[in-house]
């Protein structure tokens, strides 16, 4: 299928999602610099593959779950850094203590962990219903009930007010 006949070219597709897509990463990682370097690399490897973009049920989906698999990759890659330095490399400070001021927001989905900080972040902020998150995630939208009932019940109890 051509771009003409699925309705999306790469520079549309880009103005639509790549706000969105930022702000779901800075609230994914917690840090703005970071955030901002894996969706412009997210979208440079999307533009590569733009065929298989166009023709994916879901572009958007897709998109999500390049970022995050890219997010997770970056993540494991740091751990097996921490692992075989013996002595902390002092010129990379830790992403999470770059970003001097965060909101509550930030604060509050920092204290959860990772998958279940997805979840909340793929249906609360994004808005896609448990069964697209579940698709992006590669997982059942089964589990992803239950990872946001978890997480909403664990901000209840930390933070009290919140509601699900």
């Known amino acids: 299928m051509t771009e003409a006949e699925h309705g999306l070219d790469f520079e549309a597709f880009f103005e639509t999602e790549f706000e969105r897509l930022f702000q779901t990463l ?3 990682c917690g840090d703005r610099a970071e955030a901002e370097d894996l969706a412009q690399e997210t979208m440079a490897r999307l533009y590569e593959r733009w065929d298989r973009v166009t023709a994916a049920e879901n572009p958007s989906a897709y998109l999500y779950t390049s970022a995050f698999n890219l997010h997770r990759r970056r993540l494991r890659r740091l751990v097996l850094s921490r692992r075989t330095n013996s002595k902390p490399n002092e010129s990379s400070p830790d992403p999470a203590h770059v970003v001097e001021t965060r909101t509550e927001v930030l604060r509050l989905l ?4 990772r998958a279940q900080r997805e979840a909340l972040v793929l249906v609360e902020w994004l808005g896609l219903t448990t069964e697209e998150a579940g698709r992006v995630l590669g997982i059942e939208a089964v589990s992803v009930r239950g990872r946001l009932h978890r997480a909403r019940a664990a901000l209840r109890e930390r933070f009290g ?3 699900e």
């Open 26 to 28: 800075y609230l994914i």
């Open 110 to 113: 920092a204290s959860l962990p």
């Open 161 to 163: 007010g919140i509601d």
